[in-house]
């Protein structure tokens, strides 16, 4: 299932630690998860003046998310060793995503922060208690 000749760094990493490139690249997914949790936990470092920017998160949830898109597609899609016309075709939905994102949060400056209640989570905690 899933099998395929490993080459290059696939055939590096197996001879080396024994595990194939499915497990380095779950590996890799898990550790960007936890710097993609603790970038939005650590907005604000509790105990002390260190203050993440929301630009700042952004940047480094979309350059993170960039990164596991390629992990997941090119390993565990397959689409690494597919011809181009696969990959593009795999892609093309992106451009409706950035359509959405584009139509919702740049050409509205208060589209994101002026959602309804309803659509937007309590993220003041002291008020909950």
């Known amino acids: ?3 395929h000749a490993a080459t290059g760094l696939e055939k590096w990493l197996l ?5 194939d490139i499915y497990f380095w690249n779950f590996i890799v ?6 710097f993609e949790v ?13 203050d993440i920017t929301k630009s700042a998160v952004w940047a480094i949830l979309i350059i993170v998310g ?3 898109g390629y992990g997941i597609a090119a390993f565990f899609m397959h ?6 016309i696969y ?8 451009l409706f995503v950035l ?8 050409s509205n400056p208060a589209g994101v922060t002026d959602l309804p209640s309803w659509c937007t989570p309590n993220w003041d905690y002291a008020t909950t208690r």
Do not use: C, H, Q, Y
């Open 99 to 106: 359509l959405m994102l584009w139509g919702i949060g740049l």
């Open 1 to 3: 299932m899933g099998e």
């Open 79 to 84: 689409l690494k060793d597919d011809p181009r």
């Open 29 to 34: 997914l898990m550790f960007f998860t936890l």
């Open 66 to 68: 960039i990164i596991k």
């Open 38 to 50: 603790g970038a939005v936990f650590f907005e604000k470092i509790p105990g002390t003046d260190i």
């Open 87 to 94: 990959t593009r075709t795999a892609l093309f939905p992106v």
């Open 15 to 19: 001879d080396k630690t024994g595990k």
